[in-house]
């Protein structure tokens, strides 16, 4: 039985400053940026270790597509 897995966890949610079109619906609005790491967890729902360092995306409020922030 697997018990081990990984799991992306985001949080946050605030708006960004300047308007932004999303590549996917065409939607021209203000992103939701959030942060987002990837852990280590047991059981699918306990996060353990991360594994690897924070993540920012930024995200369409109309289709929640994600888009990888640089
Ligand atoms: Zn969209």
Redesign the pocket.
């Known amino acids: 039985m697997l018990i081990i897995g990984t799991k992306i966890f985001f949080w946050g949610s605030e708006a960004t400053a300047e308007m932004m079109r999303?590549?996917?619906?065409?939607?021209l609005?203000h992103f939701i940026q959030k942060t987002g790491m990837r852990f280590l967890v047991f059981f699918f729902i306990i996060p353990t270790i991360p594994l690897s360092g924070k993540m920012h995306v930024l995200e369409?409020?109309?289709?929640?597509?994600r888009y990888a922030r640089k």
Do not use: D, I
């Not at 999303?22 to 939607?27: E, H, P």
């Not at 369409?60 to 597509?65: A, F, L, M």
């Open positions: 999303c590549g996917t619906c065409g939607t609005a369409c409020p109309q289709c929640k597509t």
